[in-house]
């Protein structure tokens, strides 16, 4: 156990996103996340929800200024061949990512969301 007052936890991407149709279509409908919570200020405000998977956490944010369409995000992985398969038995025609061996030594998965955001599905060998 570490003497250091400061515990520093794991960061939680914020990825913008323009339509909780076609992000709840992605995330949870294609990828398999499951959505921890949602929040608007009020009625007919812009979203913020978190979506979740095994250990990974993101936050979709229709917020103005929250995340820059285009961001990439490096999501460890354990099972990528059998994620890959997951993915592929799915009826989504918008994205049929396949596994690349990285030069790093690992192998990848990436996949684009409808928002212009990439997630990096990173399996190390």
Known sequence: MSDDPIAISPPVPILR?????????FYVGYLGFEVAWEHRF???MPLYMQVERGGAVLHLSEHHGDGTPGTACFVP???IEAFHAELTARDYPFA???IEDAPWGSK???VGDPFGNHL???EAQ
Do not use: H, M
């Open 17 to 25: 996103i323009f339509s909780v149709e076609k992000a709840l279509e």
């Open 42 to 44: 009020e009625p007919g």
């Open 77 to 79: 992985i354990r099972g």
């Open 96 to 98: 049929r990512p396949g």
């Open 108 to 110: 990848t998965l990436t």
């Open 120 to 122: 990096r599905f990173d």
